[in-house]
């Protein structure tokens, strides 16, 4: 049996910047709280709390003075939130989910109304929907105009950063069929994650030459689910968060086996997964 792994693994460089900023500041004050999980990962909350870093479900469950932000950011209403109650921020917003969030304000602010592609329960979007006022949606299903009684005039388009770049191509052509009609103006703003359509095309890659893929990563990590999606496409997948949930009955018959991490799954997780497979 073959065992190789994706090309592209490990954290992303919105992950570890993340979780350095929490390493540092929980290490220099012995210990920090965060709002919501900061990645969507439990092996890496688990070691993260062995240094002193506590998750408050909410604002109410803040304890201290000072509170770090997840790298899927906070919208400004949060952000005023905290600011009025006197809680400090420690900011470990992803610059790529920074820069969706600004395309969104700004989209706004020009007076067209902003359409995310994603998921309306993720924080990230929840986050992003917030910088545009009201001024926005967030749906993967373009029947969400049948609800105007006009389609609106402007409308901005863009995405969750983790999103499959061909599911977003897709969302915002039929936008445009059912939309585009005379003096309407439609922007459209690619604010997929650089490292997700890399990390996506190589596990497509490897999903392509294996008899079955393992995709290492949190069942909650909206870019784990996204990559299974994409696997499953070609080959056999499942989702693992550790190598004590692979089991032997999808290992049997099997040549080759293909290897690919969330970007929030650490590098001992997937090393966890390789030796098993190769044990
Ligand atoms: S997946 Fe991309 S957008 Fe999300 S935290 Fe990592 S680098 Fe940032």
Redesign the pocket.
Known sequence: MKVEKADKIG?????R??VEVLEKVAQEQGGVETLGAV?HNKQVMQRLATIGVKVARDIDDIRGGTVATS??GISPQIEKELRSRHIGIISTT????HR?QVAARRLAEAGFFVVIYGDADHP?VRGILGWTRGQGIATMDVKFLETFDQVPRRLGILSQ??QIPAHFNEFAKKLIDVALSRDSEIRIIDTI????RE?QAAALKLAEKVDLMLVVGGRHSA?TNRLAELCAEVTETHVVETAKEIKLSWLRGKNRIGITAG??TDEQTVNEVWRKLNG
């Open positions: 954290f992303c460089f919105g992950v910047r993340a990645v790298s899927h992803c610059p790529f989910v969706a990230e950063t983790t994650c650089h490292d997700i990390r870019n970007a929030s």
